[in-house]
């Protein structure tokens, strides 16, 4: 079993920034594929951004691309999402994932990944 918890999120002013961490216990997450997803009320959970195992291959929604970063420590059995120019339509819970998958194709889907976080709360005020 893996356990993921997130952490970072906060209150902030839109264009400011914040840096998300995933920390993975229970297992080395040095094989596993991990994603950034989120969601805002009302709405259905939606990705934001993914990682293949060794870090060598990263994708991101549409909706983040330029603004957000996504990367990882496998040392530290950890993952980062960088979050710049933030907007208010940023706002929601973000949740890591993982997947035990040591390939190079991307998942971007929720049902791809075997294990989720509790989620933390990012809100951007206008």
């Known amino acids: 079993q893996v356990q993921l918890v997130e952490s970072g999120g906060g209150l902030v002013q839109a264009g400011g920034s914040l840096r998300l961490s995933c920390a993975a216990s229970g297992r080395t997450i040095s094989r596993y594929q991990l994603g950034w997803f989120r969601q805002a009320p009302g709405k259905e959970r939606e990705f934001v951004a993914a990682i293949t195992w060794n870090g060598g291959s990263t994708d991101s929604a549409d909706s983040v691309k330029g603004r957000f970063i996504i990367s990882r420590d496998n040392a530290k059995n950890s993952m980062y999402l960088q979050m710049n120019s933030l907007k208010p339509e940023d706002t929601a819970v973000y949740y890591c994932?993982?997947?035990?998958?040591?390939?190079?194709?991307?998942?971007?889907?929720?049902?791809?990944?075997?294990?989720w976080g509790q989620g933390t709360q990012v809100t951007v005020s206008s």
């Open positions: 994932a993982a997947d035990r998958d040591f390939s190079w194709a991307i998942k971007t889907t929720q049902t791809e990944y075997e294990y």
